[in-house]
């Protein structure tokens, strides 16, 4: 149980992991990989080669040292880091594996001066606190899917019925269940886990969907990553007629149906979840700007599919930018970097709007701050992180 002692111990923590929570987290992912085979397919090595898993644990273990006492303060992290998990099927043994492991990384960092034993006790006491709302979590999420039409618990075989190339770098992948039975109808913007052996090697991973539900079937749009071992797999190797396992679909980064006028804001790859949203809006007329940015029309996926709805339905407009355009690319209404001044001339003429924006990190805290600079509340402009979940400030 966590007690008042404890929590003042945990915050007093506070300022130390405001200046090593890096050199802390880093630590526990060399023990925890290092020692624990059985839960790397969980984790992107990527992710780690660049630092983004450690900085995202880093921050994470921040905000909850420093909302101890009112965890309602913490937002959407808690839901963000639950439904990754449910994508992956993280299982609720996983957290005393990860438990011992940070109590080690903290008391090996810090030292035994500053990570006395009654900082461990503390810090145990907190993370216990802290694994019950998660697993708990994810547990009414597992059950929740497991008894809805369509649903199902772990893995689920499916087979690959089409593959299309759409970009130089993005190539879409349509699914089938092996059993022909229903599936689970996502929510426009949520993802789905999937798991792959590549060349031997164990390996999860969660991509947005890029079309509305169906009931039959899911797609989704993946980017070659320069290095990346499962994109690379999936573009080289998988074939159709191949068969994957799928994860029930998962995600809080979802579309609120209403009548505002809706902005759908992408950069790159970032456009996959806003295909879904689309599709789903168009029927109800409310009015909508797609806004899309790209390096140059080799890489931009899905604009003869976009065009083609704008054309046909008159509440839509979509406007691209490409970054640095190629002679014989056509058609974008600008060059250069989405900034403030593209958005506030592409964006509806009211700031009651509903924006969902997604994309490189850069990307996404240069739209967030212009659609602040343009009086956009918050509230009205969501966001979603396809690596380890981090923050825009």
Known sequence: MLSP????????????????????????????????????????????????????????VLMYAKHIDRLEALGDLVDVIVNKHVS???????YPIVGRCLLRAIREVLGPDVATDEIIDAWGAAYGQLAGILSGAEATIYDAVAEAPGGW???????????????????????APVDGQPVYAHAPGQYIGLRVH????????????????????????????????????????????????????????????????????????????TLAMLERALPSGRPIHFIHSARHGGVHAFRDTIDSLAAS????????????PRTEDVGHEASGYLDRNLLAAWLPGTTDIDAYFLGPKPFMKAVRKALRDLGVADARARYEFFGPASSLD
């Not at 987290?25 to 660049?50: D, S």
């Not at 992956?88 to 996983?94: E, G, K, N, T, V």
């Not at 618990?153 to 699914?175: C, L, N, P, Q």
């Open 88 to 94: 992956l099927r993280i299982r609720a043994d996983h």
């Open 313 to 324: 339905h008159p509440q839509l407009r979509r406007y691209y930018c490409y970054e640095k």
């Open 5 to 60: 002692e404890h929590r003042a111990l945990v915050r007093a923590t506070v300022p130390l992991l405001e200046t090593g929570g890096e050199a802390l987290t880093n630590h526990f992912y060399r023990i925890l990989l290092g020692e624990h085979p059985e839960v790397r397919p969980y984790f992107n090595q990527a992710n780690q080669i660049t630092g983004e898993q450690p900085r995202a644990l880093a921050n994470g």
């Open 198 to 273: 590549v060349h031997g090697v164990d390996s999860r991973r969660n991509y947005s969907l890029s079309a509305a539900a169906d009931g039959v079937g899911y797609r989704i749009s993946v980017k070659r990553v320069a290095g990346g071992a499962v994109s690379t797999f999936l573009h080289d190797d998988v074939q159709v007629g191949d068969t994957v396992e799928l994860f029930p679909p998962s995600g809080h980064f979802v579309l609120e149906e209403n009548e505002r006028p809706l902005v759908l804001i992408s950069g790159g790859v970032g456009i996959t979840p």
């Open 153 to 175: 618990r772990d893995g689920r075989a499916f087979r690959v019925i089409e593959k299309v190339r759409e970009s130089d770098e993005i190539t879409s992948f349509r699914f």
